[in-house]
């Protein structure tokens, strides 16, 4: 594996948040995602705080606010469908620019717009500053159990191998002229997922062969790594604090 | 969805996922890890795969019930859980609070869910290649069928949109009812591929020898029309309980608005809440259907649970000749 290690998500940085270790990286994400998630969709300035606090991450990790909004419209086709709840839910409706739409509705659009939006700047956030292995190994610090982390490990050390196998398979399958329109021409795609089933799992056969024979004998090998320090936590109780703030606040309004 | 199902799913599937575990490193021993992993990339890889539909369009593959029958159900709903999972933390695809739910309904559900039914039909199917193709076509379909009525199920609970649980019912399971064949299609040739190069890798169809495997090929425009007409003969009988739901466009559009609520997680304040204000038409009819139709698809999941630990066969795929 000379080349390719870095992931098409991460972006190479030394920010402050790069440098936080991943477990903190991760308790943070879900602890904000979290508090936005229980934010009542009618505390509009909550969320407005919300935006200011994930605004604050991507600058403290140095990532262009031009990259994450590119990174969110990954999401555009998820949000799209909210721009039709208005117009199928029940309850009371408004008039706007002519067409009957339900408030309700409306407001759920907004609720999914919202939480959407800030929710994915989120993860964003946390797989551009973490490298994909980190993310793993943080879930392992934190408890995830250990053979749940290996077979993780493994699945995202062969990934790209496997993707670019199914990539050979399907240059294979256009440069012989094959390029079905109708179901009842998917035998071919079928057969060749049939075929990367059997090549993977050989190849997990040498590996575990291979893998005998270097002296492994179930458990794999941990390695010491930099675990999150007294300092870590606090930065991240203290956003996680800010978060939980916001939300609370707006229950109580609401 | 609210924050009480996210947590109660997340519990659920958190339960099944461990106790999946402790199954699987029973089956594979210490080669568990290297072909789990391997073939959780596969799953992965398999996801990518886009396979034409009609005209130009095309379907991708889910894989629960595929990786189910093909690795066991316990091996199967692990590694597509490590992809529900790695998706969701490491790719920024889906979210973060919703990943509980996700691993019900995307692993959890298909695997034994479709597992469970494609040892039903291996029952009354004959024991040659076909029968098998056949039960796994038929399992993949059902496996993304209850997936469907498990999500409209988790909506019942935890909506936080108003639109009622009848709409999101039958849009939910009619769009899955044609989703379903291609994820039935693909699967049922997928395994057929499996089964004519390395059919000992074949967990599903382990008790079979290589005389049972030798005959019989499925032709695959048989197959497609074969399950159309079974869907069609399912899509009668749900739009015979769905006569005074709105037309096919409005549907259509219920169900974009569902799946953008899919990526919602707010706390909706009590079980009902958004009911008063969706006016559902017709409250105990619909609550009935959901109640038979859920308790089925939870019968199905505890008895492909069942056979999970009960299976004795093919304990190492690999070794059995």
Known sequence: ?254 | MSAGTAVATGAVSMGTVTMALRQAKYQLQDKLVPLAGITAAFIFAAQMFNFPVAAGTTGHLLGGALAAILLGPSVGAIVVTIVVVIQALAFADGGLTALGYNVLNMAVIPAYGGYAVFRLFRRWFPRTTGGVVSAVGLAAWSSVVMSSVAFSIEWLFGATAPVAFDDVLFAMVGIHILIGIGEAVISALAVGAVLASRPDLVHGASDLDRRQLADTKVRTRTFVIGGILVALVFAAVVSQFAVDSPDGLGRVAEDTGIIASASDHALSSSLFADYATAGIANESLSLAVAGVIGTLVALSVAAGILLAVRDKRGRDPAMSP
């Open chain 1, 1 to 254: 594996m000379g080349a390719g290690h870095s992931h098409a998500l991460y972006v190479h940085e030394h920010s402050p948040i790069h440098r936080l270790a991943p477990e903190a990286k991760i308790v943070a994400a879900l602890g904000i995602v979290a508090s936005i998630a229980v934010t009542p969709r009618q505390a509009v300035w909550g969320f407005g705080l919300y935006a200011i606090l994930v605004a604050g991450l991507v600058t403290l990790s140095r990532l262009s606010p031009g990259f994450v909004a590119l990174r969110l419209v990954a999401i555009a086709p998820f949000v799209f469908f909210a721009l039709f709840i208005p117009f199928i839910a029940g309850g009371e409706t408004t008039e706007v620019g002519g067409v009957s739409l339900s408030v309700d509705g409306l407001w759920g659009m907004w609720n999914v717009l919202a939480k959407a939006t800030l929710g994915a700047s989120v993860s964003i956030v946390l797989t551009a500053t973490t490298e994909i292995p980190d993310i793993i190994r943080g879930m392992g610090v934190l408890r995830v159990p250990a053979l749940f982390i290996s077979i993780a490990t493994f699945m995202v050390r062969y990934l790209e191998l496997i993707v670019d196998e199914l990539g050979r398979m399907r240059v294979a399958m256009s440069s012989r002229g094959y390029d079905p329109r109708w179901m009842s021409q998917a035998r071919p795609v079928a057969s060749a997922a049939g075929a990367l089933f059997v090549r993977s799992y050989e190849r997990g056969e040498r590996i575990h062969a291979a893998m005998l024979s270097r002296g492994f004998n179930g458990a794999m090998p941990t390695f010491n790594h930099q675990r999150a320090d007294a300092r870590e936590w606090a930065a991240v109780f203290v956003v996680i604090a800010c978060a939980a703030l916001i939300s609370a606040l707006a229950l109580l309004a609401a």
